[in-house]
């Protein structure tokens, strides 16, 4: 069963550092989501693409935080510079196009394994 | 937005009673609710899910219902089992089609 992946699954790193995740979602999936979960929480969306084009960063702290996704299909999030608050897990998450012509017909998001980041 | 609260926030039972999760939205446009179950250290996987024009699904031994008026649904699970242990998370779209989750509970089944 195909699922999503992600690397690094664990990263620590100092406060100031640049960090990237990287996500591969399922084989012909147009939609790709980032979310953080924070431990006790549960995930908040940070990020989502339509192909290769961003239609919801509403969430995304822009001043640190940067995601591309420029062949549609693998997608980067970048945060410069790390910030102690910023520990979490990042999970990124992948579904099919939504059907009949509807925008609001959503389909079942499929997660992967997540990073695991410690900021020190 | 949208606001998602989930009731209680830990639930213990006794292996092969029943227990049921509670959900309240706050966006009467929502129309997807699924339920995620996590387990320790591992991704969020989809349960079960029901769509606004049905008021019950039901899968095995796991069952939603929902109740568009007092914008509530519910996760049902029968015949507990120890392996049913893990933070379940309840979720919804809003208007704006995107994805809230709920802060999770945490179900422990004894054994």
């Known amino acids: 069963e195909a699922e999503v992946a992600q690397s690094p699954r664990y990263k620590i790193t100092e406060k100031s550092q640049a960090v990237a995740f990287w996500c591969d979602p399922i084989?012909?999936?147009?939609?790709l989501y980032w979310y953080r979960q924070i431990l006790g929480q549960g995930p908040e969306l940070l990020v989502q693409?339509?192909?290769?084009?961003?239609?919801?960063d509403s969430q995304l702290p822009k001043d640190r935080f940067s995601a591309e996704r420029l062949k549609g299909v693998d997608s980067t999030l970048k945060i410069q510079p790390a910030e102690l608050g910023d520990s979490a897990m990042y999970l990124c998450?992948?579904?099919?196009?939504?059907?009949?012509?509807?925008?609001?017909?959503?389909?079942?998001?499929?997660f992967g394994p997540g990073t695991r980041l410690t900021v020190l | 937005g949208e606001n998602v609260e989930q009731h209680p926030s830990t639930l213990s039972v006794q292996e092969g009673d029943s227990a049921v999760i509670k959900c309240t939205y706050s966006?009467?446009?929502?129309?997807?609710f699924p339920w995620y179950k996590q387990e320790l250290g591992k991704r969020p996987q989809l349960i079960i899910d029901?769509?606004?024009?049905?008021g019950e699904k039901k899968d095995q031994r796991i069952a939603v219902t929902l109740n568009k008026t007092a914008k509530h649904f519910s996760l049902h699970i029968t015949e507990t089992q120890p392996e049913d242990s893990a933070v379940y998370f309840c979720?919804?779209?809003?208007?704006?089609?995107?994805?809230?989750f709920g802060k999770g509970i945490t179900l422990s089944v004894r054994p």
């Open positions: 693409f339509q192909d290769e084009s961003v239609v919801d």
């Open positions: 998450a992948s579904s099919p196009q939504a059907g009949g012509g509807s925008i609001r017909l959503i389909n079942e998001q499929f």
């Open positions: 029901i769509r606004s024009n049905v």
């Open positions: 084989s012909g999936h147009a939609t």
């Open positions: 979720a919804s779209t809003g208007a704006n089609s995107k994805l809230t």
């Open positions: 966006d009467s446009a929502s129309n997807y």
